[in-house]
Structures are given as C-alpha cells and as structure tokens.
C-alpha cells in the first residue's frame, strides 16, 4: 500500500499570514498521462470533508484561489496564501493511484 | 441539488450485520464511481472501498475485505455497504462519496461530494 505522511500535524497560523503543508508519497503519484493522483481535503469542526485540490494542483469548483497545490517528485505541497478564519480544520492529502486509496494523517489548522 | 444522503448506521454487537445505504440525487449517478470512506471517532479518514460507476469493479481495503461488500443500484441511484462480522474496531461514522476521476480510469480521486454520514457503533 502506498503511505502518505504529512507534516506538520498541527499549526497555528495568524490571519493574514500564510500556511503550508506538506505531503509525502512513498512512492511515485504519478500517472503515465503525467498526472498526479493526489487530492487535498478539508474538514471543518463538526462538518463532512470538503474537496480542496485534485490531481496535484487542481482547485476544485468554488475553491478560494488563496488555496494553491503543488508537486516536487513525491512531495506534494498545498498552500494557503493568506490564511482566514474560516480555514480552520483538518486537511488530508489522499493518494488516487492505486487501490487501496490511503490518505495521510491529517494536519489540524488553527487559527492564532 | 446535488446531493449524497446516508442511512442504515445504529448501534450493533460484536459478530453483527448491518447494511448502509446512500441515496444520490441531482445527478447521473450511473456515471460516476462511488466510494465509502470512514472516519473512527477522534481519528482521520480511512478509505473503504470503491466500485466502479457500472458495478463492474469494485476493491475494499484489506481489514475489510471478507466482511464487507460494497454495491449500487443505477436503478435506483443507490449505493450500499453490506457489513457482516462488525468489529469493534468498526467504529466509525461512515461516508459515501462521488468520485469525479474514475468513470475515464482506472484511477480514482477528486472526491467532490459527501454525504453527510452515518454512524456504526459497534459494541456489546
């Protein structure tokens, strides 16, 4: 099974300021259509989880353009370029290539 | 609108079955692929299974595998989980999703609708 960790598990980020998580494949995402399968999630307190980003760098509809994906090999980054209140939550990144789907741990935003 | 409405968690014992089922509206679910994933209480999301957007195909993780068996009715745009031998472990509020890559690959993801989840308790 392919293991995706993330870091950090937590962060506390001012409002305004941006944030960054990381996301690490133990193997390749990459799909020979030159594709990465790699999903970026968010699930606000006492919500279901929300798509953010797909295929590595795809925000999804009605996605904040604060909100950015990127991919460097196996490490895969997801960006909030100024954070706001209501970002605060759980982000999971979830790998699509093969099955079983794994997502990471989960990085818990707070809000300074 | 679109939407994706879970039912059929409660609580059952150890060595139990239940059956969830997620009704879609608002668009055509014969042509997307589904998947349920859960989430055990204070943990993060763990992936289920998935079955393809005819019922062609489907796949479940491992420490299900035996016990649980996914499946869909296009007729009825509904989508099931058949859990038999319910563990503790098995705990978890259960979600079914769309999944928007599928239905052109073998390769999943872009899970862009969530129901809003049904929780299985299970315990004696």
């Known amino acids: 099974d392919i293991v995706m960790t993330q870091s950090p598990l937590s962060l506390a980020v001012t409002p305004g300021e941006p944030a960054s998580i990381s996301c690490r494949s133990s193997q390749s995402l990459l799909h020979n259509i030159g594709y990465n399968y790699l999903d970026w999630y968010l699930q606000k307190p006492g919500q279901s989880p929300q798509l953010l980003i797909f295929l590595g760098s795809n925000r999804a509809s009605g996605v904040p353009d604060r909100f950015s994906g990127s991919a460097s090999g196996t490490d895969f980054t997801l960006k909030i370029s100024r954070v706001e209140a209501e970002d605060v939550g759980v982000y999971y990144c979830?790998?699509?290539?093969?099955?079983?789907?794994?997502f990471g741990q989960g990085t818990r935003l707070e809000i300074k | 609108q679109v939407q994706l409405v879970e039912s059929g968690g409660g609580v059952v014992q150890p060595g139990g079955s239940l059956r969830l089922s997620c009704a879609a509206s608002?668009?055509?679910?014969?042509?997307?692929?589904m998947h349920w994933v859960r989430q055990a209480p204070g943990k993060g999301l763990e992936w289920v299974a998935i079955i393809r957007y005819d019922g062609s195909n489907e796949y479940h993780v491992d420490s299900v595998k035996g016990r649980f068996t996914i499946s869909r009715d296009n007729s009825k745009n509904t989508l099931h989980l058949q859990m038999n031998n319910l563990r503790d472990e098995d705990t978890a509020v259960y979600y079914c999703?769309?999944?928007?890559?599928?239905?052109?690959?073998?390769?999943?993801?872009?899970?862009?609708?969530w129901g809003q989840g049904t929780m299985v308790t299970v315990s004696s």
């Open positions: 979830m790998q699509g290539l093969q099955t079983p789907g794994t």
């Open positions: 999703t769309r999944d928007a890559l599928s239905s052109s690959s073998s390769q999943f993801g872009a899970f862009d609708i």
């Open positions: 608002g668009f055509s679910f014969s042509t997307y692929g």
